[in-house]
């Protein structure tokens, strides 16, 4: 008999043990027991190929009767043509030339997968599938099937789905008894299997509903998993020493607060006045600020610096790019004045100094910036990840903050925070809203605040999208906006996905499996055109394009990361101060550039960007008092999802309802992250989306457990597997490095 720990290969024999580790990683029993299906299929529910209605999702039994493998762009595209007596369809997988080897001619299987075509002929891209072992007459084996939920598995390499079924049943035939980590009380609660019950029926379920209800018991245990790992993180923060940090009632903060141009919005002064209480506490803040492009956070931001400033500390506020570090320079010198320039004759003597570090920054000045980073003189410390590094060294850090979260992984708000004596205080501010689950389960170790109003005086912005399949000469109406935008004295942006045209950069252009597995699972088909990247707009095509044709007479400039830093620079400040009109660039202007001026976006190709992306984009418009207008360009189909998601985002400008779509869109793949990725264990079925209520209800429990048992001494099986689930996020977090 074998418990959960035991190798594989005790049970299942050398050879197939070894596939499942080369294949998967696995090693013990439980690895395999957790390789779950990805859906069960019944006899009943099978189609006849000719009754397929393209974008159904269906399941076919059907013989392989030709295969052929052709390449394109580098890419390898096994095409696979079967049938089932009613027609034939092709099956389509990139990149994985090795399926040749199970799916033979003569082969049949059932098929399962979203009707698709391509150039007018019906197919199944990348469908999942169960073959038929060899020697099982078919009508033998599908009369066994039928009326059986019959597992999907994730295959993969030698290990087809039946394959994995079969090792997987032979390992829950000798399956001991098991102990339970989730407390007996809690699964009653919910009316939960055991363990050992939820393996067999997730994987051998006699009924729908059995391999429901193990699922879910199974989910709710990795999202009560993590609750617990992130209750006691939270626990673990509360216990570090933090030194507080008070506003006086006349120092920096009064004094610049008198200066400011306008008065704070009730958000603003409510999260001022959270951020002032948690950095009187002897423990660090923790906190996540967001809110939308343009709602204030910067302000919020600077006032919590110059907080600490009064007190001897000093604030470093990081950046993900070097545009944004400079932009941020530049506007906290500009909000702060002589405020900034302490120790100089133009200085306040209230005052504190700025400090700007980045990696292009030329050696001198990345001395003197060093320096005065050591001796205390900088106050405010303005960087990139360059701060990040080793010879930076700062005199007191009392505060960190972190713009743009998604960008920054968690090692390097580490990394930052090793710099302090004492932890600093921590705040982190995001334009990409977050639904509350997801704030709950991703950042379940930061109090979260939420800016949900803009300064009165924004202006609206408008979005439209501009099909250019169906409606061409829209374009060309476009660019006349842009004349007529700048005709008015106000100014453009016109952003494309790539920096260069396909043939001048090839290398940079190939699209990965990853990408193709993303269309896949959004349920995009997947064009040859797409493979090279052929037709995507780039900035140096465009930027001269539109300079010598549909734009010509005006200002016109491109900006990409590929520019070096003192031309980004020097194009940044001459759209800033309006020389240049129309900025032709890539998503560097993503975030917080500020050009109130500016009125006008086309974002071209912009089926290619996310929905949080477009969203962050056309914040740039409508900054100042002009409207805003945003033109999303696009060949994607009427009715195809890239169209949907473009209209989703044409139609609110509700930053949360945006970010949902875009969630559930990209499948949260990287919303639970480095969790979530690889062979690991303990969060496989979890969807921070699809199982908001099961993460509220664990979060309840969690708390509950918790408070009554902060070390879980009364759950010794659930401690140990919360501490599980600890070490394989800290040795994630060692791999990286
Ligand atoms: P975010 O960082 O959230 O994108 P910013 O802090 O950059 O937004 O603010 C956008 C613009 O609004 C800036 O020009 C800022 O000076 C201005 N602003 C901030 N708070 C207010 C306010 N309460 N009233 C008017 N303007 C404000
Ligand atoms: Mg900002």
Redesign the pocket.
Same mark, same amino acid.
């Given at each position: 008999m074998a418990v959960l720990e035991d190798p594989l290969k005790k049970v299942l024999g050398d050879r197939t043990a070894q596939a499942l580790t080369k294949t998967f990683g696995m090693k013990t029993v439980e690895d395999l027991l957790r390789h779950y299906p990805r859906r069960y299929v019944t006899r009943g529910e099978m189609s006849d190929i000719s009754k397929l209605i393209e974008g159904d999702e269906v399941t076919i039994l059907a013989e392989v009767k030709a295969v052929k493998i052709r390449r394109a762009n580098g890419r390898v595209i096994l095409d696979v043509h079967v049938g089932d007596g009613s027609d034939t369809m092709s099956l389509t997988f990139f990149n994985q030339a090795w399926r040749e080897k199970e799916l033979k001619v003569g082969v049949t299987g059932m098929f399962a997968g979203k009707v698709g075509s391509f150039k007018g002929v019906r197919q199944l891209s990348h469908p999942d599938y169960q073959l038929i072992p060899d020697g099982n007459d078919v009508d033998s084996a599908v009369d066994d099937f039928a009326g059986k939920y019959l597992p999907v598995y994730p295959a993969g390499g030698k290990l087809p789905s039946w394959k994995l079924e079969q090792s997987i049943g032979i390992v829950l035939d000798s399956l001991d008894e098991i102990p339970d980590y989730l407390p007996r009380e809690i699964a009653d609660e919910f009316g939960y299997p055991t363990l050992r019950e939820a393996f067999f029926a997730i994987h051998k379920p006699k009924s729908r509903e059995e391999a429901e209800v193990a699922r879910e018991r199974l989910t709710f245990d990795e999202a009560m998993l993590l609750q617990l790992l992130l209750a006691q993180r939270r626990a673990e923060l509360r216990a570090l020493q933090a030194t507080p940090r008070s506003i006086s009632t006349n120092g920096l903060v009064s004094i610049f607060e008198s200066r400011l141009p306008? *008065?704070? /919005?009730s958000g603003?002064i409510e999260i001022n006045s959270e951020i002032e209480m948690d950095m009187k506490q002897a423990h660090p803040m923790h906190r996540l600020l967001q $809110?939308? !492009? @343009? %709602? $204030? *956070? /910067? !302000?919020i931001a600077l006032r919590a610096m110059l907080s600490v400033i009064e007190s001897g500390g000093q604030a470093a506020l990081l950046a993900p790019t070097e545009v944004l570090a400079q932009q941020h320079f530049k /506007?906290i010198s500009k =909000?702060l004045g002589d405020l900034a320039l302490a120790g100089t004759l133009e200085g306040n003597g209230e005052g504190t100094q700025l400090a700007l570090l980045t990696g292009s920054l030329p050696t001198n000045l990345k001395k003197d910036s060093l320096s005065r980073i050591a001796n205390g003189e900088a106050g405010i410390v303005i960087g990139t990840h360059a701060l990040l590094s080793e010879g930076v060294e700062f005199n007191d850090l009392a505060l960190v903050v972190v713009d743009e979260q998604h960008r920054f992984g968690v090692e390097q708000r580490d990394a930052l925070r090793m710099k302090a004596k004492l932890p600093p205080h921590l705040l982190v501010?995001t334009?990409t809203p977050i639904p509350r689950t997801v704030a709950m389960t991703i950042f379940g170790d930061l109090d979260v605040s939420t =800016?949900r109003q803009l300064? %009165? @005086?924004r202006s609206p912005i408008t979005t439209h999208v501009i099909p250019v399949l169906e409606k061409p000469h829209y374009l060309d109406r476009a660019w006349e906006r842009i004349k007529e935008e700048v005709g008015k004295k106000h100014q453009a942006y016109i952003v494309a996905p790539r920096i260069t045209a396909p043939e001048v950069d090839e290398s940079k252009n190939k699209i990965t499996q990853a990408d193709i597995d993303m269309a896949r699972l959004m349920g995009d088909e997947i064009t040859s055109e797409e493979l090279n990247g052929e037709g995507m707009v780039s900035v140096e095509e465009l930027a001269p394009r539109l300079a010598t044709g549909a734009l010509k007479g005006l200002k016109l400039a491109p900006l990409h990361g590929k520019q070096s830093a003192e031309l980004k620079e020097e194009t940044m400040a001459a759209f800033s101060s309006g020389e240049i009109e129309v900025l032709v660039s890539t998503t560097v202007i993503e975030v @917080?550039v500020?050009v109130?001026n500016a009125s006008m976006m086309v974002i071209m190709d912009a089926d290619r960007f996310g929905v949080s992306q477009l969203h962050q984009l056309r914040g740039r418009v409508g900054?100042g008092s002009v409207p805003g207008l945003c033109l999303l360009v696009t060949a994607a189909e009427e009715g195809s999802p890239a169209m949907e998601r473009l209209t989703a985002v044409a139609g609110t400008l509700d930053g949360f309802e945006l970010s949902r779509i875009d969630l559930d869109q990209r499948r949260e793949g990287d919303v639970l992250g480095r969790a979530q990725s690889g062979t690991k264990s303990h969060l496989r079925l979890l969807r921070v989306l699809r199982d908001e209520d099961l993460i509220e209800k664990a979060r309840s429990v969690s708390l509950r457990l918790i408070e009554d048992d902060p070390t879980l001494s009364s759950f010794p099986t659930l401690a140990h597997e919360v501490s599980l689930l600890k070490a394989e996020e800290s040795s994630e977090f060692l791999d990286k490095g």
């Amino acid at each position: 008999m074998a418990v959960l720990e035991d190798p594989l290969k005790k049970v299942l024999g050398d050879r197939t043990a070894q596939a499942l580790t080369k294949t998967f990683g696995m090693k013990t029993v439980e690895d395999l027991l957790r390789h779950y299906p990805r859906r069960y299929v019944t006899r009943g529910e099978m189609s006849d190929i000719s009754k397929l209605i393209e974008g159904d999702e269906v399941t076919i039994l059907a013989e392989v009767k030709a295969v052929k493998i052709r390449r394109a762009n580098g890419r390898v595209i096994l095409d696979v043509h079967v049938g089932d007596g009613s027609d034939t369809m092709s099956l389509t997988f990139f990149n994985q030339a090795w399926r040749e080897k199970e799916l033979k001619v003569g082969v049949t299987g059932m098929f399962a997968g979203k009707v698709g075509s391509f150039k007018g002929v019906r197919q199944l891209s990348h469908p999942d599938y169960q073959l038929i072992p060899d020697g099982n007459d078919v009508d033998s084996a599908v009369d066994d099937f039928a009326g059986k939920y019959l597992p999907v598995y994730p295959a993969g390499g030698k290990l087809p789905s039946w394959k994995l079924e079969q090792s997987i049943g032979i390992v829950l035939d000798s399956l001991d008894e098991i102990p339970d980590y989730l407390p007996r009380e809690i699964a009653d609660e919910f009316g939960y299997p055991t363990l050992r019950e939820a393996f067999f029926a997730i994987h051998k379920p006699k009924s729908r509903e059995e391999a429901e209800v193990a699922r879910e018991r199974l989910t709710f245990d990795e999202a009560m998993l993590l609750q617990l790992l992130l209750a006691q993180r939270r626990a673990e923060l509360r216990a570090l020493q933090a030194t507080p940090r008070s506003i006086s009632t006349n120092g920096l903060v009064s004094i610049f607060e008198s200066r400011l141009p306008f *008065k704070y /919005t009730s958000g603003q002064i409510e999260i001022n006045s959270e951020i002032e209480m948690d950095m009187k506490q002897a423990h660090p803040m923790h906190r996540l600020l967001q $809110g939308e !492009v @343009g %709602s $204030g *956070k /910067t !302000v919020i931001a600077l006032r919590a610096m110059l907080s600490v400033i009064e007190s001897g500390g000093q604030a470093a506020l990081l950046a993900p790019t070097e545009v944004l570090a400079q932009q941020h320079f530049k /506007t906290i010198s500009k =909000l702060l004045g002589d405020l900034a320039l302490a120790g100089t004759l133009e200085g306040n003597g209230e005052g504190t100094q700025l400090a700007l570090l980045t990696g292009s920054l030329p050696t001198n000045l990345k001395k003197d910036s060093l320096s005065r980073i050591a001796n205390g003189e900088a106050g405010i410390v303005i960087g990139t990840h360059a701060l990040l590094s080793e010879g930076v060294e700062f005199n007191d850090l009392a505060l960190v903050v972190v713009d743009e979260q998604h960008r920054f992984g968690v090692e390097q708000r580490d990394a930052l925070r090793m710099k302090a004596k004492l932890p600093p205080h921590l705040l982190v501010m995001t334009a990409t809203p977050i639904p509350r689950t997801v704030a709950m389960t991703i950042f379940g170790d930061l109090d979260v605040s939420t =800016l949900r109003q803009l300064p %009165s @005086g924004r202006s609206p912005i408008t979005t439209h999208v501009i099909p250019v399949l169906e409606k061409p000469h829209y374009l060309d109406r476009a660019w006349e906006r842009i004349k007529e935008e700048v005709g008015k004295k106000h100014q453009a942006y016109i952003v494309a996905p790539r920096i260069t045209a396909p043939e001048v950069d090839e290398s940079k252009n190939k699209i990965t499996q990853a990408d193709i597995d993303m269309a896949r699972l959004m349920g995009d088909e997947i064009t040859s055109e797409e493979l090279n990247g052929e037709g995507m707009v780039s900035v140096e095509e465009l930027a001269p394009r539109l300079a010598t044709g549909a734009l010509k007479g005006l200002k016109l400039a491109p900006l990409h990361g590929k520019q070096s830093a003192e031309l980004k620079e020097e194009t940044m400040a001459a759209f800033s101060s309006g020389e240049i009109e129309v900025l032709v660039s890539t998503t560097v202007i993503e975030v @917080g550039v500020d050009v109130p001026n500016a009125s006008m976006m086309v974002i071209m190709d912009a089926d290619r960007f996310g929905v949080s992306q477009l969203h962050q984009l056309r914040g740039r418009v409508g900054r100042g008092s002009v409207p805003g207008l945003c033109l999303l360009v696009t060949a994607a189909e009427e009715g195809s999802p890239a169209m949907e998601r473009l209209t989703a985002v044409a139609g609110t400008l509700d930053g949360f309802e945006l970010s949902r779509i875009d969630l559930d869109q990209r499948r949260e793949g990287d919303v639970l992250g480095r969790a979530q990725s690889g062979t690991k264990s303990h969060l496989r079925l979890l969807r921070v989306l699809r199982d908001e209520d099961l993460i509220e209800k664990a979060r309840s429990v969690s708390l509950r457990l918790i408070e009554d048992d902060p070390t879980l001494s009364s759950f010794p099986t659930l401690a140990h597997e919360v501490s599980l689930l600890k070490a394989e996020e800290s040795s994630e977090f060692l791999d990286k490095g």
